[in-house]
């Protein structure tokens, strides 16, 4: 009998996992058919004059074992220990980190890191998410801090009923006061529209279930535990992870990893090539159009089984006519945000402040810098060393990246490289976070469609999502696949639970739908 094909759109994390699991559990052999010259996705590394860019930053860490052992089976952990291993029981501390040293010697390897990222308000820097103890009280004054605790207090009696917006989701949890100066002006960076016109599922799924209350509560075991950070734990809420892991190369290591795995076990990966065309019958997909991007040649391929991490309103223009009138709409209205990052080497910062258990990397401890200031327009701010000092070629300089939001419509993405970097350091400069002008080095890097949007037609979703879930051998999955900004681990788990599928002939789609759930994604512990 002929081998069963299984044709993989996109070779990012989700379209890699997707392809290493039908190997590894399955007679079905992958076939990947990827649109750029690049493997994994918004999750490769960039490299340039010796110095490696991570687009977006992107952190190892996941409440499912299942995934965390997948990137362990890849890249082993620096210097794991054998058998109870603190990592994967969620209980690594500060001091398991600081034993284990930078493995100077081993290449293909993920370190463990220590996350810190801050928010840069009014020229102070805040821990991110917002921290209640004396540091934050003290920056903000007594005055605001009394301003924030009535807001929130207020918001407690009288709580928006409807959350309509995300703008609704985010001050019921945190009161209006400290949404005004902390989510709103980042946000709307972000997306390109108020807060407002966004959903509060955006909202569900990036902060999940952290509050006013949870910050209070941690603020306050902090204060009583002192300087002990053995409480630090590689998961946590989405937004308040303490440590995780990291290719010692950037995100993309493990991925070019993943792809030379999948090569050798029998997949096929074919880079320049674009899916311009799908063929559909009844409840099947019968064959999909792929065009060459360099010879421009077209060929039709046809497998048993289809994987589409490629945006799904793509997807759907790609189906034809024969798509409904209503499905072609709201797909048609899908939106996304392009993003941009500007790296720049330099030679110092401003920024000096520390923290205690800094390990090597810049003056500054933090990965993530967010830029709540309405005068420039730059969101975020990464400091690459910190990430891992094996992305930066000379560790005497600071590689940074300056992160800008858009549409490729808009004037930032048309702009030269070089005038994207004299307004990245330009807008430093002001911020009071570049010590000079004497940027020795840059790099841009465009990134298309890096965020599905939650407006637009978005309310209307279900429609997509009911035509795509009807055809029996096609698997939406990964951040563009199913129009939601999914985490790295949600997208792999997408993919698992696709092959899952096939295995044990489950044929509705549902437990695919509902991987980035709150319930679900707890009770992944297997």
């Not at 807001?151 to 985010?170: A, G, K, M, N, Q």
């Not at 311009?276 to 060929?299: A, D, F, P, S």
């Amino acid at each position: 009998m002929k081998q069963a094909t299984g044709i993989i759109v996109g070779a990012g994390p989700a379209g890699l996992t997707a392809a290493y699991e039908l190997l590894q559990r399955t007679d079905i052999r992958p076939v990947i058919y990827e649109a750029t010259e690049s493997i994994g996705g918004i999750c490769r590394t960039v490299e340039h004059n010796g110095n490696r860019i991570d687009i977006g930053g992107h952190r190892f860490f996941s409440r499912s074992e299942k995934v965390t052992r997948w990137w362990r089976n890849i890249l082993p952990a620096q210097d794991a220990p054998t058998g109870d291993d603190p990592i994967l029981r969620g209980s690594a501390s500060i001091s398991d980190l600081s034993a284990m040293p930078e493995p100077e010697g081993a290449d293909k390897v993920m370190l463990l890191r220590k996350r810190i990222s801050r928010i840069y308000y009014r020229g102070k820097l805040f821990d991110y998410p917002i921290s209640i103890n004396t540091d934050t009280l003290s920056k903000m004054g007594a005055v605001e801090a009394v301003r924030v605790g009535l807001s929130y207090l207020h918001t407690r009696l009288r709580p928006i009923r409807s959350e309509d917006s995300f703008e609704d989701f985010v001050i019921n949890r945190f009161g209006r006061r400290l949404y005004e100066s902390f989510f709103k002006d980042y946000t709307q960076k972000v997306w390109g529209v108020p807060p407002s016109a966004l959903k509060p599922e955006w909202g569900a799924q990036r902060i999940k279930g952290l509050s006013v209350y949870k910050v209070l509560k941690h603020g306050f075991r902090t204060l009583f535990r002192g300087t002990d950070l053995s409480g630090f734990r590689l998961g946590g809420e989405a937004g308040t992870a303490d440590m995780f892991l990291y290719p010692k190369y950037g995100p993309g290591q493990l991925w070019e990893e993943a792809a030379e795995r999948v090569v050798r076990g029998g997949g096929t990966i074919r880079l320049n090539h674009c899916v311009t065309g799908v063929e559909i019958e009844k409840e099947r997909v019968r064959g999909l159009l792929v065009r060459n991007t360099q010879t421009e040649e077209v060929e039709r391929v046809s497998g048993d089984w289809y994987f589409s991490t490629m945006p799904i309103k793509d997807l759907i223009s790609a189906m034809g006519a024969d798509v409904p009138g209503d499905v072609r709409r709201t797909a048609s209205g899908l939106p996304h945000r392009d993003f941009i990052t500007v790296a720049l080497l330099v030679k110092e910062l401003k920024l000096t402040n520390r923290v205690k258990h800094q390990r090597n990397g810049g003056p500054i401890p933090d990965q993530w810098i967010y830029i709540q200031d309405k005068s420039v327009r730059s969101g975020r701010l990464q400091v690459y060393n910190n990430w891992s000092p094996h992305l930066v070629r000379d560790d005497k300089y600071i590689w940074l990246g300056v992160e800008y939001f858009c549409k490729e419509e808009d004037d930032l993405w048309r702009m030269e490289d070089h005038d994207l970097a004299k307004l990245a350091s330009s807008e430093l400069i002001r911020l009071g976070i570049l010590e000079n002008r004497d940027v020795m080095d840059y790099s841009v890097v465009r990134q298309e469609k890096a965020y599905p949007g939650y407006f637009g037609t978005y309310e209307q979703f279900d429609l997509v999502r009911s035509y795509v879930d009807r055809f029996q051998n096609l698997f939406t999955i990964g951040r563009n696949g199913m129009h939601r900004y999914n985490n790295m681990d949600h997208s792999m788990l997408a993919a698992m639970t696709a092959v899952d599928n096939i295995v044990n002939h489950i044929h509705t789609k549902e437990n695919l739908w509902i991987v980035n759930s709150e319930a679900r994604y707890h009770e992944d512990q297997d």
